[in-house]
């Protein structure tokens, strides 16, 4: 069914989720629910939420968690008595039609306990980012070019699909004469009708928390977290002006944007390579293998499969250090070195 090829996607893409994908066979006749709420956020960006688990007719259950802000493991926090989870479960259940968020504000008054410990851990409760005028769009600032750069702008869509899902997308102003990029930054599968959609954001993360509720009986409620990273997407953004100056033989401003890539992401591996590539193409070698050795210390692996067939690293592979970095335990064939 439909609504359970969302839901698994739901689950299983997602590694905020602290239990793993459901299984069938499931009980036709009872409701499945899995919803998460924000409950605070810390000052390293990782985020508190609740969680509950209400399927396969086992006992409901409802925990505390806090999400990394960078992608780390979920960590539990603390698990409700079952008395309370059941109250929770029975709340949510006879209110899940409706299309907003509702575990959040259950969960403070059924376990204030939960909240407690999430502020005794730093978390802070914060409302989502107001929309500008009704729409679900929000400027940010730009990292990599200082004050003066002009803002990106950071909004959330629906995106068509089987399934369909709610995208937080990131861009940037369009160039003199060209359009503006745009990058995703999170995706949220939906079923049914949608969950209206809400986010927060800090200078460089931003949390969507968003889902559906699948049409007809029984209940099917599916709402989560996603986690998007600012500074990721500000990279991704110059990365690609980059790549598209370099393909126009424009070293020089491709070098530019890939040193802002870095600069928004410095662990961009991708940013990183493409500097060394560009600037061994400029005739500046000295700086294509210090980047080359940066890209390698975030993802050598990578760097190695990249580098070792890139006309552009022709000549840098006849040194030593560069075949070090690049795994290779001789010269390539054809030299004398």
């Not at 780390?72 to 039609?97: F, H, M, N, S, Y």
């Not at 009708?193 to 968003?210: M, N």
């Not at 002006?241 to 870095?262: N, P, Q, T």
């Not at 690049?326 to 390539?332: E, F, I, N, Q």
Request: aromatic share 4%; proline share 6%; glycine share 10%.
């Amino acid at each position: 069914m439909r609504w359970q090829a969302a839901l698994l996607a739901l689950v299983a893409g997602c590694a905020d989720w602290g239990r793993p994908p459901l299984t069938a066979p499931y009980r036709a006749g009872e409701p499945l629910i899995q919803e998460q709420g924000l409950v605070g956020i810390a000052s390293d960006e990782s985020a508190a939420a609740v969680q509950l688990v209400d399927a396969e007719g086992a006992p409901p259950r409802l925990d505390l968690i806090a999400l990394d802000a960078g992608g780390g493991a979920t960590r539990q926090i603390a698990v409700a008595p079952e008395k309370t989870a059941r109250a929770v479960a029975l709340r949510l259940r006879a209110d899940g039609r409706k299309a907003v968020s509702l575990l959040a504000a259950i969960a403070t008054e059924e376990w204030p306990e939960a909240l407690a410990r999430a502020a005794g851990e730093g978390f802070v409760r914060v409302p989502p980012a107001a929309t500008r005028s009704g729409a679900r769009e929000w400027f940010v600032p730009a990292a990599a070019h200082g004050t003066a750069a002009p803002p990106l702008l950071l909004r959330v869509a629906v995106s068509k699909g089987n399934p369909a899902a709610f995208v937080v997308l990131l861009s940037a102003p369009a160039e003199s004469g060209g359009s503006a990029a745009e990058v995703e930054l999170a995706r949220q599968p939906i079923s049914g009708t949608s969950i209206e959609a809400e986010l927060w954001k800090t200078a460089g993360t931003v949390w969507l928390l968003s889902g559906s509720v699948a049409d007809g009986e029984p209940l099917r409620r599916a709402i989560g977290l996603r986690r998007g990273s600012l500074r990721r997407g500000e990279a991704e953004l110059h990365n690609g002006r980059g790549l598209s100056l370099r393909a126009a033989r424009d070293f020089g401003g491709a070098a530019r944007e890939f040193e802002r890539a870095i600069a928004a992401d410095p662990r961009f591996v991708g940013a990183l390579y493409n500097a060394a590539s560009t600037a061994a193409l400029s005739g500046r070698d000295e700086e294509a293998v210090a980047f080359l050795r940066r890209a390698a210390e975030v993802d050598r692996r990578r760097v190695q499969v990249l580098g070792r067939d890139d006309e552009a690293l022709a000549a840098l592979r006849q040194r030593s250090d560069v075949r070090e970095i690049l795994g290779m335990k001789r010269p390539p064939p054809g030299t004398s070195k």
